[in-house]
């Protein structure tokens, strides 16, 4: 089963930042927090992870907290194309083969104008 | 990151017949896996491809369903075997470049089994 619990949709005005929360409270100290997104007939795309420090790239912000119990992804100024399901997931910090994703429900964000 | 291509991108195919997918990097790999998202749903994971050796599946899937092959570092397949309705999903592969890393997916194969 997913290790983390995400909502089940959200909106976002374009332009807009878009926050999205997750909640990983049984994260191991060897678990990263791993973002991916799904556009529609796409596989995922990656977009950032993180283990304890805040990450930045050109796509999005990674906030994890203190504790590492949350986190949120930060798409600074959401377009339409931002429309997408993301998912939330820990994953082993050494990957191989216990490196798999285990994909839980994700949160349908929806971009409008 | 590796450029992932699957083949076929789709299919529609008979109950009772067989489909193998094919999944091409275009570097070599550490890990190579399988994943299954049926309609509406989530991604779930089959099998891990392992190089030289049988794959390791998740529970609830079969090496008799689903064989798969994983000749090289850059190459795997997934066979979809005597296939149902039910089959009726898109298969990814999905790749990790070297140990760590984040995994890449291909944009998958939509079976549509008739």
């Known amino acids: 089963d997913a290790k983390t619990t995400q909502p089940t949709s959200m909106d976002c005005a374009e332009g807009r930042a878009a926050n999205l929360p997750c909640n990983h409270s049984t994260i191991s100290g060897n678990e990263y927090v791993y973002w991916y997104r799904q556009i529609h007939s796409q596989g995922p795309q990656y977009i950032i992870h993180?283990?304890?420090n805040n990450e930045t790239n050109e796509m999005a912000s990674l906030i994890i907290t203190e504790d590492r119990k949350s986190s949120t992804l930060i798409l600074p100024h959401a377009t339409l194309r931002d429309t997408a399901v993301y998912y939330c997931?820990?994953?082993?910090?050494?990957?191989?083969?216990?490196?798999?994703?285990?994909f839980g429900k994700g949160t349908k964000l929806s971009v409008k104008p | 990151s590796a450029v992932i291509s699957q083949k076929p991108s789709r299919d529609i195919c008979q109950r009772g017949t067989s489909l193998t997918i094919q999944c091409q990097v275009d570097?070599?790999?550490?890990?190579m896996f399988w994943y299954r998202q049926q309609p509406g749903q989530s991604l779930t994971l089959i099998a891990t491809a392992n190089q030289g050796s049988e794959a390791t599946y998740e529970s609830g899937f079969v090496i008799d369903k689903f064989p798969i092959s994983r000749p090289n570092l850059t190459f795997s397949t997934l066979t979809v075997s005597n296939m149902s309705p039910e089959d009726s999903s898109i298969y990814l592969c999905?790749?990790?470049?070297?140990?760590?890393?984040?995994?890449?997916f291909g944009n998958g194969t939509r079976l549509t089994v008739t």
């Open positions: 999905s790749v990790e470049d070297y140990r760590g890393a984040p995994l890449h």
């Open positions: 997931i820990v994953r082993m910090n050494y990957g191989g083969s216990q490196g798999n994703l285990i």
């Open positions: 993180g283990l304890k």
């Open positions: 570097s070599q790999v550490t890990m």
